[in-house]
């Protein structure tokens, strides 16, 4: 009897954990298009469901919005280093574009004031290309 019930207690515990919870990257961006960490992140969690809050400070967005999706870039790495006030470009830097698709029209990446915001939960594509001198990355809506 004391066996049965240890064993109930062991299955019990073995579900105690729950579902993993989804991983999450929050930052905010002070300078134009660098990476903070965001591209190994993605590339870490391809395929799965990711929690994001992303924040650009006015002038640290590299990106902008299209009929159906709005985009950002984030530079990993740059060849030579950077000039004061010089910001990352594809001709010395490596980089990606987020394509963030728009949900019912509605824009997941907003822009207020000049400060740039996404925020919410995504499935992270696989990175293709380089196209242009970027790669790329869909950062697909979870619904």
């Given at each position: 009897?004391?066996?049965?019930?240890?064993?109930?207690?062991?299955?019990?515990?073995?579900?105690?954990?729950?579902?993993?919870?989804?991983?999450?990257?929050?930052?905010?961006?002070?300078?134009?298009?660098?990476?903070?960490?965001?591209?190994?992140?993605?590339?870490?969690?391809?395929?799965?469901?990711?929690?994001?809050?992303?924040?650009?400070?006015?002038?640290?967005?590299?990106?902008?919005?299209?009929?159906?999706?709005?985009?950002?870039?984030?530079?990993?790495?740059?060849?030579?280093?950077?000039?004061?006030?010089?910001?990352?470009?594809?001709?010395?830097?490596?980089?990606?574009?987020?394509?963030?698709?728009?949900?019912?029209?509605?824009?997941?990446?907003?822009?207020?004031?000049?400060?740039?915001?996404?925020?919410?939960?995504?499935t992270a594509g696989e990175k293709t290309g380089p196209l242009q001198g970027l790669f790329a990355v869909e950062l697909e809506p979870v619904q």
């Amino acid at each position: 009897m004391v066996r049965n019930w240890m064993l109930l207690m062991v299955a019990v515990l073995a579900g105690c954990g729950g579902p993993a919870e989804t991983p999450a990257f929050k930052a905010r961006f002070a300078k134009g298009g660098l990476d903070n960490d965001f591209g190994e992140f993605i590339d870490e969690h391809a395929g799965k469901k990711v929690k994001l809050d992303l924040q650009w400070a006015p002038g640290a967005f590299q990106g902008g919005a299209e009929s159906d999706y709005g985009f950002f870039v984030l530079f990993e790495n740059c060849a030579e280093p950077l000039e004061k006030g010089e910001q990352p470009s594809v001709g010395n830097c490596n980089g990606t574009e987020y394509n963030v698709p728009k949900v019912d029209g509605k824009a997941l990446l907003t822009e207020a004031g000049g400060a740039w915001r996404l925020r919410g939960e995504f499935t992270a594509g696989e990175k293709t290309g380089p196209l242009q001198g970027l790669f790329a990355v869909e950062l697909e809506p979870v619904q």
